[in-house]
């Protein structure tokens, strides 16, 4: 080691790697910590949109300005993944984790107190970029939090419980909005962010210190949160109008000069040197039948089935309790049988619930789609935190959060393309057959990742030993 090397180790300016902050015993507090932190930022996904009417009639704007509130915190969370990956790989945890969950929680209140739109969705754009912050560091925490035989229990948290809050945040969107009022809904996950600053200050060593990005690391950010807000915006428009369509090809020059440049080039050798790609893959395909699924579902019983919404809303929650039930047993069995064969396992489920949902065709009763929302959702649990442990244990020390930033990048991206590629084949085939053709579609997305995610990855033969794909030896 040089001197140099040692002297940052002195000060402590190396970031952790695997494995480092957990020293002679696990820390399953901080694993706690990037669940619960998981939870709420996907929660702020989708908890405001059952409150634009009221936050629309409450701050006097129209119903388009309302939109850019659920907007300004989505665009800046998917924009800013991958210059924040790369930013955090260079510092130390804790203090990014402890001031993105502090801004976090800020941007809260000052949503929660906005006199006007416009103040509204400057906290909301901040809320997003601490939001991105949080989503990059949850499974770095949680792999560096425990010892690598046990990286499949730990990763099964955040992997379920930040899905669970997507699902479920409309659910208690609307609890929340039917008894406190729409500002309440800003302001019920400081108390979570509190909790979470007392745990991290106290339970995870010090170490690393914060460092401002340089002008060439700030022109990359720009263009790729330009590139990645191009797109996700695009396919966010054209469920509405597919004229939009067009627009994300204006998303490909920024893009491709980001990964010509020396911010993208790094982030495209770490994939391709670790094998990671097909993974990547099959977590993009994942979501994209999870979230199809989930607009079809609720699409279908209500307007369709002359479903009620509590009825519809109560069917749809079968699929997170499914997923709740298999999450923590998926993370066990990785640990115990490697974490490749666990993923496989469970994204066959997941294809065989999503395609047992075509057939029942124009009979559908709430019964008959819950119990194959439940087995889709068994699959998704089980193939959660395997895949997200395949990741996270392939990734090169000192780039474990670009590695962190990119899955979460493929995750978000197939939440949004999802609903948008089900609304074009519901549209395509018509009003008869079309939210069976958007479940083909879902079912078809499912079934691609058991294939990306069987197939070994071909890394380069001195990876660390803990990128294989065998189930490594049980704790002593």
């Known amino acids: 080691m040089t001197d140099d090397a040692s002297g940052a180790e002195r000060r402590g300016d190396v970031p952790e790697r695997p494995g480092d902050a957990s020293g002679v015993h696990d820390r399953w507090l901080l694993v706690s910590v990037a669940g619960v932190l998981s939870f709420v930022a996907m929660l702020d996904m989708n908890i405001v949109n059952v409150a634009l009417a009221d936050i629309s009639e409450g701050l006097g704007v129209s119903a388009a300005a309302a939109q850019w509130v659920v ?63 949080l989503f990059v560091l949850m499974p770095v925490l949680a792999v560096r939090s425990v010892r690598p035989e046990l990286r499949g229990r730990a990763m099964s948290v955040p992997a379920t419980l930040g899905p669970l809050g997507a699902v479920i945040g409309p659910a208690v969107g609307g609890l929340v909005l039917d008894h406190l009022g729409w500002r309440w809904i800003f302001l019920v ?13 106290r339970a995870m060593p010090r170490s690393g210190r914060p460092r401002r990005p340089d002008r060439r690391s700030l022109v990359d950010a720009a263009l790729a949160a330009t590139g990645v807000t191009i797109l996700l915006l695009s396919l966010t428009l054209v469920s509405d109008a597919p004229a939009w369509l ?24 770490v994939l391709r040197a670790a094998g990671l790609l097909r993974v990547h893959g099959a977590v993009l395909a994942l979501a994209v039948g999870f979230a199809a699924m989930h607009y079809v579902v609720a699409l ?11 009825t519809t809303g109560l069917t749809v929650l079968a699929f997170p309790l499914g997923m709740g039930l298999a999450g923590p047993l998926g993370g066990r069995l990785a640990d115990r049988y490697g974490a490749r064969p666990v993923a496989v396992a469970g994204a066959a489920l997941t294809a065989t619930g999503l395609l047992l949902l075509v057939l029942p065709g124009d009979g559908w009763s709430p019964p008959d789609v819950a119990w194959r929302l439940v087995l889709a959702g068994l699959g998704m649990g089980l193939t959660g935190g395997p895949t997200q442990a395949l990741v996270m244990g392939a990734a090169p020390p000192g780039r474990t959060a670009t590695v962190g930033s990119t899955v979460q990048l493929a995750r978000s991206l197939g939440f949004t393309l999802g609903p948008a590629l089900a609304t074009a084949a519901w549209r395509l085939t018509g009003p008869d057959g079309g939210a069976r053709t958007a479940l083909a579609l879902a079912a078809t997305a499912a079934c691609l990742a058991v294939p990306l995610l069987a197939l070994s990855a071909r890394g380069p033969a001195n990876l660390p030993e803990n990128v294989t794909d065998t189930a490594p030896a049980a704790p002593r």
Do not use: N
Not at 189 to 201: G, R, S
Not at 252 to 264: E, F, K, T
């Open 300 to 310: 279908h019983l209500q307007h369709d089935e002359d479903v009620s919404a509590t």
């Open 246 to 269: 067009p627009l994300a090809l204006v998303a490909v020059p920024p893009l491709w000069w980001w990964l010509r440049g020396p911010g993208g080039r790094p982030v495209t050798d």
């Open 71 to 133: 907007l300004g915190y989505q665009l800046p969370v998917v924009a800013l993944l991958l210059p924040v990956g790369r930013w955090l790989d260079d510092m130390g945890v804790r203090p990014a984790l402890l001031a993105a969950t502090a801004g976090f929680g800020l941007c809260s209140a000052l949503a929660a107190a906005s006199p006007w739109a416009c103040w509204l969705i400057a906290a909301r754009i901040g809320q997003g970029a601490c939001g991105a912050v």
């Open 189 to 201: 996950k400081i108390p979570l962010c509190l909790v979470a600053l007392v745990v991290v200050w």
